[in-house]
């Protein structure tokens, strides 16, 4: 088996030390070599072609944004952020600037907490070779480029609304390469939507809500980070809170948030499974899931309690994906209705949901 080769990037010589420690108690993977801030970093990723770089944000000379905008524009690799969680703002433009996935430090001190980061680590290093970096080079190439993506508003004209069912509540589930997909989904409202959305974002405590205010910023819904007791309202997306699970409950006056601890089996949360189960519970045929990239096989169960409700179900398609795991586990279910890539999925959202042409989403 092929081993994974590292550079590891941050101005703290401790945690150079001690995340090449970690990552040299993962089977296959070779530190092969470090740096203490971005300048060293590019001639370090260009001399040693690693497999993947890990990187801190905040270092002299050159910084990990200025890394990244170089690297990815250049000669794209798979780039792990490991950041302190009160950078919550920094991590987000991290990922839009392409990396692809990011972990939080305990303390942004020297500290021996960053220990704790240690099977997080593990279990994204041993993803990268599941990597879509074709899609990753697609998508720094249209950013150079200057030419937008997907289009920034979808015209509620080019919609057929021939469906017969009403959606009240679509539910979107993500991990891996989720942010800068929710964000890109999120922009096509031009008007606060017909339905409500829950979004499930594999993210840990004190990311989500910043995330949560980053997606209210690019779109006419509005877009919050969950609280329990939170009521069900059209035009509004509610965030699971990283660390938490957030499920939804029937009331004589009408639906509202949950957030509970999540069971010790559960492995990635907050809960896909969890939300969509839940979810088909009280809305039934009226519900859309959809399973956005993602490592793992978080939402597999949920769709199948989505469509045996009586609701939808799309899956993001390879091409798009950065992490194919989580839509191919719910397509080899068979309960999934279309397979969309990133670029049609809002579109497709707002045929499912049987939004008129005379609507003003």
């Given at each position: 088996?092929?081993?994974?080769?590292?550079?590891?990037?941050?101005?703290?010589?401790?945690?150079?030390?001690?995340?090449?420690?970690?990552?040299?108690?993962?089977?296959?993977?070779?530190?092969?070599?470090?740096?203490?801030?971005?300048?060293?970093?590019?001639?370090?990723?260009?001399?040693?072609?690693?497999?993947?770089?890990?990187?801190?944000?905040?270092?002299?000379?050159?910084?990990?944004?200025?890394?990244?905008?170089?690297?990815?524009?250049?000669?794209?690799?798979?780039?792990?952020?490991?950041?302190?969680?009160?950078?919550?703002?920094?991590?987000?433009?991290?990922?839009?600037?392409?990396?692809?996935?990011?972990?939080?430090?305990p303390t942004g001190r020297i500290s021996e907490e960053i220990l704790k980061i240690s099977e997080d680590l593990r279990?994204?290093?041993?993803?990268?070779?599941?990597?879509?970096?074709?899609?990753?080079?697609?998508?720094?190439?249209?950013?150079?480029?200057?030419?937008?993506?997907?289009?920034?508003?979808?015209?509620?004209?080019?919609?057929?609304?021939?469906?017969?069912?009403?959606?009240?509540?679509?539910?979107?589930?993500?991990?891996?390469?989720?942010?800068?997909?929710?964000?890109n989904i999120f922009s096509a409202f031009s008007a606060p939507a017909p339905f409500s959305v829950a979004v499930c974002?594999?993210?840990?405590?004190?990311?989500?809500?910043?995330?949560?205010?980053?997606?209210?910023?690019?779109?006419?819904?509005?877009?919050?980070?969950?609280?329990?007791?939170?009521?069900?309202?059209?035009?509004?997306?509610?965030?699971?809170?990283?660390?938490?699970?957030?499920?939804?409950?029937?009331?004589?006056?009408?639906?509202?948030?949950?957030?509970?601890?999540?069971?010790?089996?559960?492995?990635?949360?907050?809960?896909?499974?969890?939300?969509?189960?839940?979810?088909?519970?009280?809305?039934?045929?009226?519900?859309?899931?959809?399973?956005?990239?993602?490592?793992?096989?978080?939402?597999?169960?949920?769709?199948?309690?989505?469509?045996?409700?009586?609701?939808?179900?799309?899956?993001?398609?390879?091409?798009?994906?950065?992490?194919?795991?989580?839509?191919?586990?719910?397509?080899?279910?068979?309960?999934?209705?279309?397979?969309?890539?990133?670029?049609?999925?809002?579109?497709?959202?707002?045929?499912?949901?049987?939004?008129?042409?005379?609507?003003?989403?």
């Amino acid at each position: 088996m092929k081993k994974i080769r590292i550079v590891v990037i941050d101005d703290s010589a401790y945690n150079r030390r001690t995340i090449t420690k970690m990552l040299e108690t993962i089977h296959n993977v070779e530190v092969v070599g470090y740096a203490c801030d971005g300048e060293e970093g590019i001639r370090k990723i260009v001399d040693l072609k690693p497999d993947l770089a890990t990187l801190d944000l905040e270092m002299p000379k050159m910084d990990g944004f200025t890394l990244l905008r170089i690297v990815m524009g250049s000669f794209p690799i798979p780039i792990i952020v490991i950041s302190s969680k009160s950078g919550d703002s920094q991590v987000f433009k991290a990922l839009e600037l392409g990396a692809v996935d990011f972990i939080a430090k305990p303390t942004g001190r020297i500290s021996e907490e960053i220990l704790k980061i240690s099977e997080d680590l593990r279990a994204k290093v041993n993803n990268v070779f599941n990597l879509n970096m074709a899609w990753i080079k697609k998508r720094e190439t249209i950013k150079v480029a200057e030419s937008p993506l997907f289009p920034d508003k979808i015209p509620a004209k080019s919609f057929s609304g021939h469906l017969t069912t009403k959606v009240d509540m679509v539910a979107i589930g993500a991990s891996t390469g989720g942010p800068p997909a929710l964000q890109n989904i999120f922009s096509a409202f031009s008007a606060p939507a017909p339905f409500s959305v829950a979004v499930c974002q594999h993210m840990p405590a004190g990311f989500t809500k910043g995330f949560a205010e980053r997606l209210n910023r690019s779109t006419a819904m509005e877009v919050r980070e969950a609280c329990d007791g939170d009521r069900v309202a059209p035009g509004v997306a509610f965030v699971a809170p990283g660390g938490m699970n957030m499920v939804f409950q029937p009331t004589k006056d009408g639906t509202v948030v949950r957030i509970v601890e999540p069971s010790t089996q559960e492995r990635f949360i907050p809960s896909v499974d969890a939300m969509f189960d839940s979810l088909a519970a009280v809305f039934g045929p009226r519900l859309l899931a959809v399973v956005l990239t993602g490592m793992g096989n978080d939402g597999s169960r949920g769709v199948r309690a989505v469509k045996k409700a009586g609701g939808q179900v799309l899956a993001e398609a390879e091409e798009s994906s950065i992490v194919f795991g989580m839509p191919r586990e719910a397509i080899a279910t068979g309960v999934v209705d279309k397979v969309a890539s990133l670029e049609k999925m809002a579109r497709e959202i707002f045929i499912r949901c049987g939004i008129s042409q005379d609507s003003d989403c």
